[in-house]
């Protein structure tokens, strides 16, 4: 079975500080994500990586960044954290496979995603 | 933008009564996938159905898929109390390069005893 693994269950930081999010999967996976869930918005895509040190911005990357130096690992970092990243982050990961490649261009289909636990994190 | 979205927002049933949640999205897509959420915890995949099949099954649960009318269902047989749930559709673009799937908001289903 998948395991993603996220490194707190409950985080409780004042504002200002810097905030690190772990997450490990154990399936060598190409992909990996952060959301954030509030309530009434859904998951909502911070940032995702399709390979080590590779990184792509979401829909809401502003104040975030993240890190990926090893396959299994991808970190989430608030830089300077304020009230308002106050939600429940989520880590997925899953395979990237190639549907069709043509002339150099590849497309790609998302497969099933593997999400971990979720860090609830207050920022005070 | 909202891809796909799913209606309704929210589901009351009884224990053995079926649940159908439907899902509509905007673009074309290579797949649509269903989740689940328990509170508090992460989503778990269910179903993954491509854009050239109409209809899946998995245990109680079926899966059906328009693409003419860019529209899907989630019925859950004879539910269950286990079941209460949100469930989420979230749909993989058809898209040159890299691309993400899109969640909707989810059905919140309750299922009482």
């Given at each position: 079975d998948v395991k993603v693994t996220q490194s707190s269950r409950y985080l409780v930081k004042r504002t200002g500080e810097k905030v690190f999010l772990e997450c490990v999967q154990d399936m060598d996976h190409e992909n990996m994500f952060w959301y954030r869930q509030d309530p009434g918005l859904g998951l909502r895509l911070i940032y995702f990586s399709y390979d080590v040190k590779m990184k792509e911005?979401?829909?809401i990357p502003e104040g975030y960044s993240v890190s990926r130096e090893k396959k299994e690992r991808f970190s989430l970092i608030l830089e300077s954290a304020s009230t308002n990243q106050t939600s429940m982050y989520l880590c997925a990961s899953s395979f990237l496979a190639i549907v069709n490649s043509r002339g150099?261009?590849?497309t790609y289909s998302n497969q099933p995603q593997h999400f971990g636990d979720g860090t609830r994190l207050s920022i005070l | 933008s909202q891809q796909g979205e799913e209606?309704?927002?929210a589901l009351s049933i009884q224990e053995g009564e079926n649940a159908t949640m439907n899902c509509s999205y905007k673009t074309s897509i290579n797949?649509?996938?269903w989740y689940r959420q328990n509170s508090g915890r992460g989503l778990v995949h269910l179903i993954l159905i491509r854009s050239n099949e109409r209809e899946k099954h998995s245990g109680r649960l079926r899966v059906t898929l328009d693409t003419s009318k860019k529209s899907s269902s989630l019925l859950i047989t004879a539910s269950r109390a286990a079941d209460t749930a949100s469930y989420f559709c979230a749909t993989d673009a058809k898209?040159?390069?890299y691309s993400t799937l899109t969640f909707g908001k989810g059905t919140?289903?309750?299922v009482s005893p």
């Amino acid at each position: 079975d998948v395991k993603v693994t996220q490194s707190s269950r409950y985080l409780v930081k004042r504002t200002g500080e810097k905030v690190f999010l772990e997450c490990v999967q154990d399936m060598d996976h190409e992909n990996m994500f952060w959301y954030r869930q509030d309530p009434g918005l859904g998951l909502r895509l911070i940032y995702f990586s399709y390979d080590v040190k590779m990184k792509e911005k979401g829909d809401i990357p502003e104040g975030y960044s993240v890190s990926r130096e090893k396959k299994e690992r991808f970190s989430l970092i608030l830089e300077s954290a304020s009230t308002n990243q106050t939600s429940m982050y989520l880590c997925a990961s899953s395979f990237l496979a190639i549907v069709n490649s043509r002339g150099g261009a590849d497309t790609y289909s998302n497969q099933p995603q593997h999400f971990g636990d979720g860090t609830r994190l207050s920022i005070l | 933008s909202q891809q796909g979205e799913e209606d309704p927002q929210a589901l009351s049933i009884q224990e053995g009564e079926n649940a159908t949640m439907n899902c509509s999205y905007k673009t074309s897509i290579n797949n649509l996938q269903w989740y689940r959420q328990n509170s508090g915890r992460g989503l778990v995949h269910l179903i993954l159905i491509r854009s050239n099949e109409r209809e899946k099954h998995s245990g109680r649960l079926r899966v059906t898929l328009d693409t003419s009318k860019k529209s899907s269902s989630l019925l859950i047989t004879a539910s269950r109390a286990a079941d209460t749930a949100s469930y989420f559709c979230a749909t993989d673009a058809k898209n040159s390069g890299y691309s993400t799937l899109t969640f909707g908001k989810g059905t919140m289903l309750l299922v009482s005893p």
